[in-house]
């Protein structure tokens, strides 16, 4: 045992002394919007400004100016500088930040730069599917993929004797439960936290048809095994918790 602790530390070392620090700039990994605020943190000890410059895809200098000193950042325990550069309107990949001899991490300024971040987002409700096989032709990674889980799932009361010995009589009905999404890991599934999910993209249908963007999620635009029937892709996929909660209703007459 000692030995395989000891291996598995001198792994923890060499991993750990081969990867890279962050960088010591810390921008949003996503991007930044053409027209909108680009603010970036630079920890430092130093009370007056620090001159930055912002350097495009060829290494020239696309802006420059001086950070703001902020102080002590409660949240992360350390003393930071602020770098506004939300002036500057040119779209473009691979740019950097400078401060000194310090770099950010490649970044991109774009008119709609969070929009992977929404797809992925919509992807993590179709991995969370129950029941039916999770496809590599819809997840960003191979191993994402999986076969169908608890295909069936008929589900009915509990009879007997609970750890806590309470008496339950259990009922003279069973549910086929199979289909809508796991909540976690633990593959549990639940009408109040699926009903919530379930409200928060038709509410989203709706706040994006009010603001003027109703196709955002169009037919097609997520990866759907639906995407091609004509619907559009986030009913598609708000509708299999719908089944499944129409699904978990008791039959009529029946007394819970």
């Known amino acids: 045992m000692s030995r395989l602790l000891l291996g598995a530390a001198a792994v923890l070392l060499t991993t750990a002394a081969t990867q890279a620090p962050p960088a010591p700039i810390r921008i949003d990994q996503a991007g930044f919007e053409t027209r909108g605020p680009k603010i970036a943190v630079l920890p430092s000890t130093q009370a007056k400004p620090l001159a930055w410059t912002l350097t495009d895809a060829r290494g020239k200098t696309a802006a420059s100016g001086q950070?703001?000193?902020?102080g002590a950042?409660?949240?992360?325990?350390?003393?930071?500088?602020?770098?506004?550069?939300?002036?500057?309107?040119?779209p473009g990949t691979d740019y950097r930040l400078h401060v000194g001899a310090t770099a950010s991490h490649p970044f991109a300024i774009a008119d709609r730069p969070f929009a992977p971040v929404a797809t992925a987002a919509m992807s993590f409700f179709y991995q969370q599917?129950?029941?039916?096989?999770?496809?590599?032709?819809?997840?960003?990674?191979?191993?994402?993929?999986?076969?169908?889980?608890?295909?069936?799932?008929?589900?009915?009361?509990?009879?007997?004797?609970?750890?806590?010995?309470?008496?339950?009589?259990?009922?003279?009905?069973k549910?086929?439960?199979?289909?809508?999404?796991?909540?976690?890991?633990?593959?549990?599934?639940?009408?109040?936290?699926?009903?919530?999910?379930?409200?928060?993209l038709l509410d989203l249908h709706?706040?994006?048809?009010?603001?003027?963007?109703?196709?955002?999620?169009?037919?097609?635009?997520?990866?759907?095994?639906?995407?091609?029937?004509?619907?559009?892709?986030?009913?598609?996929?708000?509708?299999?918790?719908?089944?499944?909660?129409?699904?978990?209703?008791?039959?009529?007459?029946?007394?819970?």
């Not at 950070?67 to 902020?70: A, G, K, L, S």
């Not at 109040?192 to 409200?199: A, R």
């Open 175 to 200: 549910l086929d439960a199979t289909g809508g999404w796991y909540d976690a890991g633990d593959h549990g599934k639940y009408v109040v936290n699926g009903g919530v999910s379930t409200w928060t």
């Open 73 to 90: 950042d409660a949240a992360s325990g350390e003393s930071v500088h602020r770098i506004d550069f939300g002036s500057f309107h040119t």
């Open 129 to 173: 599917r129950s029941g039916v096989p999770i496809l590599p032709a819809f997840v960003e990674r191979s191993y994402l993929a999986r076969p169908a889980g608890h295909a069936p799932d008929i589900a009915t009361c509990f009879a007997g004797v609970d750890q806590k010995g309470g008496k339950w009589p259990g009922c003279g009905y």
């Open 206 to 256: 709706e706040r994006l048809a009010a603001f003027g963007d109703a196709n955002a999620f169009a037919d097609g635009r997520l990866p759907l095994p639906e995407r091609t029937n004509g619907k559009d892709d986030l009913l598609d996929e708000a509708r299999v918790e719908v089944a499944f909660l129409l699904a978990m209703q008791i039959p009529d007459g029946t007394k819970l």
């Open 67 to 70: 950070t703001i000193p902020v």
